[in-house]
């Protein structure tokens, strides 16, 4: 909660549990509530999830008005129903990121790229490949600078994932109120030296800010990172010009044993390989443009690539056939998408896996049978990992949702802090040592860091 979330109901709770006749002092508690809350609303914002103790907050500066003291009797209700009301915007708190570690402040910046050599497959109109990616990067921070929202127009894809989490779709609504550490259109930072570049592909249903956490700490230990929003297999995707482009159910079978899934999963897998290959070309221009952001401040030559569960599988499928991918990392990758020529030839490139607990012990699973068949064919593979006490959305910023995420099943019993603590170690030493030729302990061959942690 926030601070002034916090203040309001402990305030209300002095002033309920005093007992009558309340001194003068007391008695002025519900009028600065009162004040607190409309600052709260101001500074902070309101959500819906704290109604109850807007009602109750005005119900108790009023009645001093009317010289009306409450009583014991309904004191006690009143403060049982402070208790039931401040427990609701505990159990939904406003998501914060967790502000990066590494050296760099970090900027945001969203483009919108239009494919004309690729026809859209899941619109079911004639036009071509339109998509939208948000962008990373080691940034200056001038005294105008602000930070970036969590998530670009909450006002649509709040409900949207409340409608994928089968939430009702105002559920999520302060997710309007999360800021990202990241600000917003700012200059890139000013060094020697030229940043090498990392993709990130989301999953089936997710959208390119659900990484935020580690695109963050990536960008501010000197990386750009790219994440694409892939059009009808996102969660939902939003448009400069107000175009909003829904999930497409139809470009994934619901039905696992579907005989032709994986005909229908290459074909999606196939479109987002190809995004994130027009998104490098798109960058290659960027760097040779002298009035753009990043002029002259890619590095080509190093470039990572990793992904979370379908859009890991489109990771792997877009190192198995662009050269330009130089590392990749899986997070729960989804294999059953990835073509036969790609499992069959494996990886030449550094290549490093993480498994959720939740996924790793489905060993019979069509998927798990299929990463069996594509490992041995990788010639520099990293390891592979499970972490223990996680779930396959671990791997995602969605646990930030709740406290009781693992109720809500986004995410294992691990602590979630602590979850951020592993995937981020991996996930940077991976591509610090690849990228950067920096050493790293963790990539011993043993895994013996966390202990959490067991090689799959």
């Known amino acids: 909660m926030r601070p002034l979330e916090i203040i309001i109901p402990l305030l209300l709770l002095v002033y309920l549990l005093w007992q009558a006749p309340r001194p003068q002092t007391i008695r002025f508690i519900p009028a600065l509530t009162l004040v607190l809350t409309l600052a709260h ?54 998501p914060k990121v967790a502000t ?72 999520l609504d302060h997710l309007a109120l999360s800021i990202s550490p990241a600000y917003l259109d700012v200059p890139l930072a000013k060094t020697s030296e030229a ?50 482009a829904m999930n497409n159910p139809k470009a994934l079978p619901e039905d696992a044993e579907d005989p032709n899934y994986e005909i229908v999963a290459r074909k999606l897998v196939d479109q987002w390989a190809g995004d994130m290959s027009f998104v490098l070309d798109q960058f290659q221009d960027f760097d040779e443009e002298s009035n753009n952001l990043f002029y002259q401040k890619l590095d080509m030559s190093r470039i990572g690539v990793y992904g979370h569960s379908t859009g890991g599988g489109a990771a792997i499928e877009f190192c198995g056939t662009d050269s330009r991918c130089k590392a990749v990392l899986g997070m729960d990758p989804f294999m059953r ?34 990463f069996n068949q594509f490992y041995p064919n990788i010639t520099n593979n990293s390891g592979v990992i499970v972490i223990e006490g996680t779930k396959h959305f671990d791997f995602s910023d969605l646990p930030l949702l709740s406290p009781i995420a693992p109720q809500l099943g986004l995410k294992g019993p691990l602590n979630g802090k602590r979850v951020t603590v592993i995937v981020n170690s991996y996930l940077l030493d991976f591509f610090e040592m690849t990228l950067y030729n920096k050493p790293s302990a963790l990539f011993d061959g043993v895994f013996k860091t966390y202990k959490e942690v067991r090689v799959r």
């Open 195 to 244: 940043f090498p570049v990392i993709l990130f592909s989301h999953g089936w249903n997710g959208f390119n800010a659900q990484n935020t956490g580690q695109a963050v700490e990536l960008a501010s230990r000197g990386f750009v990172v790219i994440s694409t929003q892939h059009t009808y297999g996102a969660v939902t995707t939003v448009f400069p010009d107000g175009t909003v």
């Open 337 to 370: 998408p990835v073509s036969a020529e790609v499992i069959e030839s494996g990886l030449s490139q550094p290549s490093f896996f993480m498994f959720s607990q939740g996924w790793a012990d489905l060993t019979d699973s069509k998927n798990n049978k299929l």
């Open 41 to 94: 609303f101001t500074l902070e914002g309101y959500r819906w999830q704290m109604i109850p103790i807007y009602v109750l907050t005005i119900i108790l500066a009023i009645l001093p008005i009317f010289k009306f003291d409450i009583k014991p009797v309904a004191s006690f209700l009143t403060l049982g129903l402070l208790a039931v009301s401040t427990v609701l915007p505990m159990l939904l708190p406003v």
């Open 100 to 171: 990066p570690s590494g050296p760099f402040a970090v900027g945001t910046t969203t483009y919108e790229f239009t494919d004309t050599e690729r026809k859209e497959l899941y619109s079911g109109k004639d036009e071509t490949r339109r998509f939208m990616v948000q962008v990373w990067y080691p940034a200056e921070v001038t005294s105008t600078a602000k930070h970036a929202k969590w998530m670009s127009e909450p006002e649509i894809y709040a409900p949207a994932i409340a409608g994928f989490l089968d939430l009702p779709s105002f559920f």
